[in-house]
Nanobody
Framework: QSQLVESGGGLVQPGGSLRLSCVASGFSLRNHAVGWFRQAPGKEREGISCILSTGSRTKYADSVKGRFTVSRDNAKNTVYLQMDSLKPDDSATYFC??????????????????????WGQGTPVTVSS
């Protein structure tokens, strides 16, 4: 069974940091692109960041650029999202998704993730004082 499991979410104060993990089981992330999306109540799903397999090239949404960093550890079959300088507007459930044949230029759009995607169930993040 191909599966992704996100972890690391929780409650954090504004300005704080969290590191989310996306762990794959049943398949290897080595040759997969991985995206991070988030969805807050009443809002549409928003693409946050992507990391490709070849060269680990990355892309970030303007809303998180400079604050979030995506990385991968293929030996651990894991992709991370380091979130710094968190703001209340960052509060959402964060999802990771893995797929192949991704275009970096479009990886923040959900419509790009159509080639046998594997989605995680999400981990909630709440930024509040």
């Amino acid at each position: 069974q191909s599966q992704l499991v996100e972890s690391g979410g929780g409650l954090v104060q504004p300005g704080g940091s969290l590191r989310l993990s996306c762990v794959a089981s049943g398949f290897s992330l080595r040759n997969h692109a991985v995206g991070w999306f988030r969805q807050a109540p009443g809002k549409e799903r928003e693409g946050i960041s992507c990391i490709l397999s070849t060269g680990s090239r990355t892309k970030y949404a303007d809303s998180v650029k400079g604050r979030f960093t995506v990385s991968r550890d293929n030996a651990k079959n894991t992709v991370y999202l380091q979130m710094d300088s968190l703001k209340p507007d960052d509060s959402a459930t964060y999802f990771c998704v893995a797929s192949r044949s991704l275009l970096l230029s479009a990886c923040l759009e959900t419509t790009e993730w159509t080639y046998e995607p594997v989605w995680g169930q999400g981990t909630p993040v709440t930024v509040s004082s």
